[in-house]
């Protein structure tokens, strides 16, 4: 069983070709944890992938068969270094990073810290004017009563905790200079109707990927707005992949 030793995340490799990181919230055990209708999610994404791409998959943070991680020490350092570990373990020296909603902020952070991405795919989540005081807010607005859907992907409600301390963390994190300074080919995506919320909070992702469009592709960034679909097209790998492979096929063009 691939344990990776340092973080204990449970990781799983699917295919060959060039590798990628596909994250949050595709996980690796996507059955055992979601279901077995869930687990289609995961194999759409592998069907459509590993022709072309070695696909990483990890059970992270703290769900399917990887170890526990006390909420207090989710900090973006701490995630950061998981994930590397992972990548290191599994000989991924450099790849693409995929990921969607916390995911994609999981991304953005892993790429400022060290040069090992060939592309950035980041969806649900804006690169400029993301909500990181409002997404705190939400989660401790949340904290002693987690909501139903939420819980699923949690072993305790207690864990819920997790998403205010990696928030917390990233409240003064430079963005803007980092979505400037990226300089491998990088897409920022969201379903045009992906505006949502938590609690009480409205979430604007899709408002505010539309609304930085210009401005991130003035510094080289790629922009998809995809029609028809909200905020769960991460859900919906057979409309999601042929979209980012395009973009990530275009490298080559």
């Known amino acids: 069983m691939p344990i990776e030793s340092q973080s204990g995340v449970y990781y799983e490799i699917h295919g060959d070709g060039e590798p990628l990181l596909l994250g949050f919230p595709v996980m690796a055990t996507h059955a055992e944890i979601f279901g077995e209708a869930a687990g289609a999610i995961r194999s759409s994404y592998l069907d459509q992938l590993t022709d072309r791409y070695r696909v990483l998959l990890v059970d ?29 373990e599994a000989g991924f020296a450099r790849c693409i990073y995929w990921g969607y909603s916390w995911g994609a ?66 409240q003064d994190w430079p963005e803007e200079t980092v979505a400037k300074a990226i300089s491998c080919p990088r897409l920022a ?35 998809e707005i995809i029609d028809g ?12 992949v042929p979209h980012i492979r395009a973009f990530l096929e275009s490298r080559s063009d």
């Open 60 to 88: 992270y943070p703290s769900i399917g068969r990887s170890a526990d991680i006390p909420p207090t020490e989710l900090t973006a350092d701490r995630v950061c270094g998981d994930l590397f570990s992972v990548m290191d």
């Open 105 to 170: 902020a999981v991304g953005l952070q892993m790429i400022s810290r060290v040069d090992r991405f060939d592309a950035l795919v980041v969806g649900g989540w804006p690169p400029l004017g993301a909500q990181y005081d409002v997404a705190l807010r939400a989660s401790l607005e949340q904290i002693d009563d987690p909501p139903e859907a939420v819980q699923v992907v949690l072993r305790s409600p207690a864990q819920y905790a997790q998403w205010s301390t990696f928030y917390q963390s990233v």
């Open 189 to 223: 995506f969201v379903g045009a109707e992906g505006d949502t919320d938590a609690g009480s909070e409205d979430i604007l992702n899709a408002t505010i990927l539309k609304a930085n469009r210009e401005r991130l592709e003035s510094v080289g960034w790629n922009v």
């Open 229 to 240: 679909v909200g905020h769960d097209i991460a859900l919906k790998p057979d409309i999601l």
